[in-house]
């Protein structure tokens, strides 16, 4: 795009130092793996064992009643145990807003594991224990877990990032989602931890990524943004912008922060309610409105978190399900590592139309294959092709590394609560979705 900004790898060399950014480059990994690629892993983990949940619902249910559970009413347990995530998602932005302003970036990132911990806990509890509650429970804690994750993280790689790449840091983020999406299928492939003995820990295994942040995020200084600017501690922020820098480099950094310091003059980020009353951001806040439906009305999230419920009305045969999902994953990640070029060549308002454009006509293509899956054998695999496609349009086009951008370019930082509406609309898709399923299948 002409005139557009150059686009800066996230790890590179400046002359004069042999590695200023390397040390960020592992702050951007210490981060993702407790933030979105948790995120990720916690977005598709629940799809492959949900024959077997089902299956261990069903006989709880029998063991305490004797009776066999309604089929609608089995499917409005399942609904719950899935969309109680986002329920908690939701709750976790609130959380994550404010202990970010309270506490600081760094020390929410880290408390936040233990929503994760604890989330392994129960889901790990339910089997043995013959409580299927204890799934609800435990996928509100790792829901909890994710809307805190991202909340925070790109706020603190935002404020750790140099002016130069600190726009990239939005790819990396959606490239550790990704990868968690990917990861969440492949662990859960028959083979490893999908089997109808191993599901319990397999939905336990959240806690991984949990333990790892533990590990590495205290070698991390906090953001110098906060340090500055929450805290008034110039010492400490001169210390962390050298240590992530260097001495040679970092005043340039320590120069916009005293600049956005006496800029705020002491104003506080902004409440959710009070955006839809400031005309400053009204037009901003639409356009993060806008771009968010149209992204969760997509239907994308029906792929992430009722892929077999989907491949299965599509014809795909059930022994299959789980390779088709993992290319789902694979798309994605595609698309994530290769948005960013996408969007300084092709322009964000292109990508957006173009994205739902093709998006419109795979679906239409998809249309035709369901209705006619019985006539051919190599049908069903047709309309496979054409989820594949869509999610690969998706990821280039409206998907999140785009929209973050979108975001934080129109905003320029001002609104810190852009994924309030997102996960607000993604709770009513994601329990509604069963349902709507098989009113399409009956019809």
Known sequence: MAGGPEYQPLLRKIPGSKHPTQKLFWAVCAVGIGGTFQYGYSLSVINAPTTHIL?????TWHDRRQTTLDEGLLTLIWSTIVSIFTLGGLLGTYIGGNLANKLGRKKTLLINNFFAIVAAFFMGLAEPAGLFELLIIGRFFIGINAGIGICVQPLYLGEIAPKSIR???TVAINVFLTFGILAG???GL???LGSEDSWPFLLSTCCIPAFIQLLVLPFFPESPRYLLIEEKNEYECQKVLKSLYGPQFYQTEMED???ESLALNGEKPMKALALFSDRTIRWQLIITIITNVGQQLSGINAIYFYA???FTRAGIPTQNIPYVTLGTGICECATALTCGLLIDTAGRRVLIIGGYAAMALWCALLTVTLTFQDAFSWVPYLSMAAILAFILCFG??????????TYKAITK???RHGNFPDLVQDGILKSGHPYLLKVTTVA
């Open 185 to 187: 299928q492949i662990v």
């Open 396 to 405: 280039l086009g409206p998907g999140p590394p785009l929209t973050w951008q």
């Open 167 to 169: 726009g990239q840091t």
């Open 257 to 259: 922060i005293q600049k």
């Open 190 to 192: 028959r083979e490893i």
């Open 308 to 310: 077999e419920y989907v």
């Open 55 to 59: 299956k261990f619902i069903n006989n």
């Open 413 to 415: 930082g001002c609104i």
